[in-house]
């Protein structure tokens, strides 16, 4: 097979016709392929990263703005980390065009690096070749699942999530947090605390820290309006 055939057939495969197909070229080759390293994917690796990185943390921002910084960071890491690279190279088939040297094999299992390292490099021939925009949405597109499922992951634990998305949803509302009761010596507090949505309240709970006593009383107001009995209360 040519390499005209071979690079078409990406295209037509991950569904992106390049303007400028020598960028497509670049970001498929190996360095071991390389007769230099300018002419390998190592310098567009690094452009990709970024690319990918700014389109997630975006779209996160964006996309979910009561979520905390520190939940965006998790979730934006794990989308972009090397395991989440390799697994999409390989679902999306571009792990059948990389242009390896000698000493390596598309026959072999290739390391899970050097399949990030391709992914990484594609995002950036796609910013190079058809500005931000199109990167945008070939990234949304290709790493969608695995954002959602990092934050099916993320609410599976966080009741205060799933209760505030669920009452903007139904309701428009958000819910509102109080703290009825504080009892302890200073180095021992226990919060007690209730959750209002709109004008009903839900039955408070008990925590060691706020942040507990919260996602108590979250869970016991999800389970009200699931119509079971609530599990914090005493």
Known sequence: ????????????????????????????????????????NERMEFLG???????????????????????????????????ACTEICKRIGLDKYIILGRGLSRSSRLPGSLLANVMEAFIA????DGGFLKAKEFIL???????????????????????QNFA???????????VIEVQ??????????S?????????AAWGITKKVAEQRAAENALAVLDGEPPPYVE
């Open 1 to 40: 097979m040519n390499l005209e055939t071979f690079l078409s057939n990406c295209q037509r495969e991950l569904n992106y016709e390049f303007r400028k197909p020598e960028l497509l070229k670049k970001a498929l080759t190996h360095s071991s392929a390389a007769d230099s390293p300018q002419d390998s």
């Open 195 to 203: 959750v209002r949505i709109g004008e009903k309240d839900y039955p």
């Open 184 to 193: 302890g010596a200073e180095h021992i507090k226990t919060y007690h605390i």
């Open 168 to 178: 903007q949803k139904r309701w428009s509302k958000t819910p509102d947090y109080k």
């Open 49 to 83: 990263d970024s690319v990918l990185g700014y389109v997630i943390c975006n779209h996160l921002f964006h996309s979910f703005p009561d979520m905390p910084e520190g939940d965006m960071t998790k979730i934006k890491s794990a989308v972009v980390s090397r395991a």
């Open 141 to 163: 597109k290709i790493f969608q699942s695995e954002i959602d499922r990092m934050l099916e992951d993320h609410d599976a634990g966080n009741f205060k999530s799933v209760l």
């Open 125 to 128: 021939a796609v910013f190079l």
